[in-house]
């Protein structure tokens, strides 16, 4: 096989692909050399531009604290004279207006000094003419000072007054001498002084200076905004991350004034509730850089392309010498690369032949575990059979009536575990219907407690009223049996195992992964051993993870618990700690239709509801053919038998009289479908009932005729049932194809 030409290439020792090598890492080398060089100028630039806004930013809170400090000096001035004016009565309100216009003569950051009573109304006033009034909210804050008598100096939020200039009112609280409330200390602060002065300061193009309350509200902006004015940023960074832990800091953020980007520098007033920000916009900070970018950019694209240039001349030049070698050597390499090739291929067929011996040994595993289990099936269907023929005779005392029930149910508990290897060999979906947990616990109980042996106490709470849980009955089994043999490896030297069940409410899910909200059903195993360490808890779930010694455990129990909870719309949780035990709580969606919980089922008469048929029974195991046409006898139908499809199809064309085929699925030769099949060509109306100890009949047979089937083992009841619907869908003419399966096997 002729390799082709870049794979041949790459095996000869090449000059010009180091050269191309090097001309790339030369421009990668020069690019990034420049461009860090750029980004370390850019952010010097820019923390430079923030020391520069944090200084100037200092001098205006310090200019800002300075003017308002004065406004507060008068307004306790005021206080402190018209407390001594009360004090030899009567006071003259004339006086009084006079002594507050004295007061802020030359005082350009306050506009007006008002004393009001506890009620907010204006006492005196400053003000040429009749006091006016305040505005509600700022009356709010004046009652506010009657009641939080530490409340000290307030700034009310920015108002327009009379004159349509935009103010804000500073707030003292004025105490009687007995500590009462006696009103409040009023000063108008002009807004506009604040941004004159901050107008005499030469910010660069698109700087700006803002005055705001601690809270972010804006009180005065130079470039002057009228829209902004009154405005709150609190939920903006200055405010949230800068302020609410220090007195100053700076930032790069988007203003949301204009949407530009600007570096930020703000400082809180330390003795007023004020905050004084100055900022500037980053694209006039950067405009040197970007030129400095362009030409730094130029220089090395002209850099780049000359050492490129040269390097792909010296490339070229290496080639055609190259070209020389490759020539001599390709033969060479020809037969190099067919040998490989042969080589390839034999270690890929290996491989081939090993994955297939591997899949050939798991389907031989499979198909060996549903035969072993069909087998027991048949096995089981002798035994409980017989068990109920015997229960039903009369004359058994009750030491013998004990004996068999205590055979019955371990026959049918083999059943239930036939079923989980049915179920392996056919790689069953999850078949999810209501199911009381509680009862499940309790079937389970004997299961249990041989599972954890004599050094381990089981412990059950489980909930009354309980809901039914939407589940695989078969699968939730094996999901408690798996968490209660973890429990027992957990306790080495003993301990307690409690299962509980619950109902409960899951919120809105806190991850994707986690369900949906809505009612839910828990089932919890807890032991008291040795606990699970973080790092054991995060990996519990992973399939083929175990902390227990080798061939002591498969690592697979808990993600068949996880893969079960999840596919059945539910949850896992695990709460440990080392040393005291763990709590695995799985929770299953409630069942939307709960079915109604069974009664006890009374003792069941023979002949009850049963028609007077004759029932062909076919099945080539000779001891369950007899079982059950036993069965058949006891339930009062009369019974011929046949060992093959062959001997049945013999009895059908003679006995013109029989009523009913009960036949197995899987006989040597003819099987139950061909039977059925080649049955209905002569005998149309002829009702067929099928029997089968596999899981996936169905699939077995390949036919649609498959519609009433019942499983091995089975009870009497069932195999009635089943007969006595395929008699009834004959006489009212229904035949039906929808299957209708009854048994204990699953």
């Known amino acids: 096989m002729t390799e082709d030409v870049s794979d041949r290439r790459s095996r000869f020792p090449s000059v010009s692909r180091p050269l191309q090598v090097l001309a790339v890492v030369v421009v990668v080398f020069i690019i990034g050399a420049t461009a860090q060089q750029l980004l370390v100028v850019r952010s010097a630039i820019i923390e430079n531009t923030k020391h520069q806004m944090s200084r100037l930013d200092m001098v205006f809170a310090e200019q800002t604290g300075r003017a308002v400090e004065t406004v507060d000096f008068i307004l306790r001035n005021a206080i402190?004279?018209?407390?001594?004016?009360?004090?030899?009565?009567?006071?003259?309100?004339?006086?009084?207006?006079?002594?507050?216009?004295?007061?802020?003569?030359?005082?350009?950051?306050?506009?007006?000094?008002?004393?009001?009573?506890?009620?907010?109304?204006?006492?005196?006033?400053?003000?040429?003419?009749?006091?006016?009034?305040?505005?509600?909210?700022?009356?709010?804050?004046?009652?506010?000072?009657?009641?939080?008598?530490?409340?000290?100096?307030?700034?009310?939020?920015?108002?327009?007054?009379?004159?349509?200039?935009?103010?804000?009112?500073?707030?003292r609280r004025i105490s009687l001498h007995d500590g009462r409330f006696g009103g409040a200390a009023i000063g108008y602060l002009n807004l506009q002084y604040f941004e004159d002065f901050y107008k005499a300061v030469e910010l660069t193009e698109n700087g700006a200076i803002l005055l705001h309350l601690r809270d972010g509200t804006v009180l005065a902006r130079y470039p002057h905004n009228d829209a902004v004015v009154g405005q709150s940023y609190a939920d903006l960074p200055p405010f949230k991350d800068i302020l609410s832990h220090d007195i100053a800091g700076t930032?790069?953020?988007?203003?949301?004034?204009?949407?530009?980007?600007?570096?930020?520098?703000?400082?809180?007033?330390?003795?007023?509730?004020?905050?004084?920000?100055?900022?500037?916009?980053?694209?006039?900070?950067?405009?040197?850089?970007?030129?400095?970018?362009?030409?730094f950019s130029a220089v090395a694209v002209g850099a780049c392309a000359a050492i490129v240039a040269l390097l792909l001349l010296l490339a070229q030049r290496s080639r055609q010498v190259e070209a020389l070698v490759r020539e001599y050597h390709a033969a060479k390499e020809d037969a190099e690369q067919a040998n490989r090739a042969l080589r390839e291929q034999m270690a890929e067929r290996e491989r081939a032949e090993a994955a297939l011996r591997q899949a050939q040994r798991v389907e031989a595993v499979g198909q060996l575990?549903?035969?072993?289990?069909?087998?027991?099936?048949?096995?089981?269907?002798?035994?409980?059979?017989?068990?109920?023929l015997i229960q039903g005779a009369a004359g058994l005392d009750q030491p013998m009536t004990e004996r068999l029930r205590a055979m019955r149910a371990a026959a049918e508990r083999g059943a239930v575990l036939t079923s989980h290897l049915l179920a392996f060999a056919r790689r069953q979906p999850l078949l999810p219907r209501a199911v009381d947990l509680n009862v499940v616990v309790a079937g389970m109980h004997e299961l249990l407690e041989s599972a954890l042996g004599h050094r381990v106490q089981m412990k059950t709470h489980l909930a009354p009223d309980l809901w039914q849980a939407m589940v695989d009955p078969t699968q939730i089994e094996l999901v408690i049996l798996n968490l209660v043999i973890n429990a027992r490896d957990a306790m080495p030297n003993g301990g307690v195992v409690t299962i509980e069940t619950a109902n409960c409410h899951r919120d809105k899910p806190a991850r994707p992964e986690e369900p949906a909200a809505g009612d839910y059903i828990a089932v919890k195993v807890i032991d008291t051993g040795i606990g699970m360490t973080p790092e054991v808890q995060t990996r519990a779930f992973e399939p083929f993870f175990s902390t227990k010694g080798p061939g002591a455990g498969s690592g697979l129990g808990l993600s068949q618990v996880f893969g079960t909870a999840h596919q059945s719309g539910g949850d896992v949780k695990i709460e440990s700690a080392p040393g005291k035990g763990t709590t695995v709580s799985v929770f299953l969606p409630r069942a939307k239709i709960e079915n109604r919980r069974p009664a006890a089922r009374p003792a069941e008469a023979s002949q009850q509801g049963t028609s007077q048929a004759l029932v062909l029974a076919v099945d080539d195991d000779d001891a369950v053919r007899t079982t059950t046409a036993d069965i058949l006898k006891g339930l009062g139908y009369s019974v011929v038998q046949a060992a093959s499809g062959e001997a049945a199809l013999e009895l059908l064309d003679q006995d013109g009289m029989i009523d009913v085929l009960l036949t197995d699925v899987v006989m040597p030769g003819m099987s139950g479908a061909e039977l059925a099949r080649r049955a209905r060509t002569s005998h149309p109306r002829l009702p067929i009932v099928f029997i089968s100890g596999y899981a996936d009949p169905e699939g077995i047979a390949g036919d649609t005729l498959l519609h009433r089937l019942v499983r091995k083992p089975f009870r009497p009841s069932d195999l009635r049932r089943q007969v006595e619907a395929a008699i009834a869908e004959l006489r009212g003419g229904n035949l039906s194809l929808r299957p209708t399966i009854t048994g204990d096997a699953s």
């Open 80 to 171: 402190e004279s018209l407390q001594a004016l009360r004090a030899t009565p009567p006071v003259d309100p004339h006086a009084v207006d006079e002594l507050l216009r004295r007061r802020i003569q030359g005082v350009r950051q306050v506009s007006e000094i008002a004393i009001t009573d506890p009620t907010g109304k204006i006492l005196y006033s400053s003000k040429e003419g009749p006091p006016g009034e305040l505005p509600v909210p700022s009356r709010a804050l004046v009652e506010q000072q009657g009641g939080h008598p530490d409340a000290g100096l307030q700034i009310s939020e920015p108002f327009r007054g009379p004159d349509g200039q935009w103010t804000a009112l500073m707030i």
């Open 251 to 295: 930032t790069i953020m988007d203003s949301p004034i204009d949407g530009v980007r600007r570096v930020l520098a703000i400082r809180g007033l330390k003795a007023f509730p004020l905050a004084v920000n100055i900022s500037v916009a980053e694209g006039m900070v950067l405009s040197s850089w970007r030129r400095q970018t362009w030409i």
């Open 369 to 388: 575990t549903g035969g072993v289990a069909h087998d027991f099936n048949n096995l089981l269907t002798v035994l409980i059979g017989n068990i109920e």
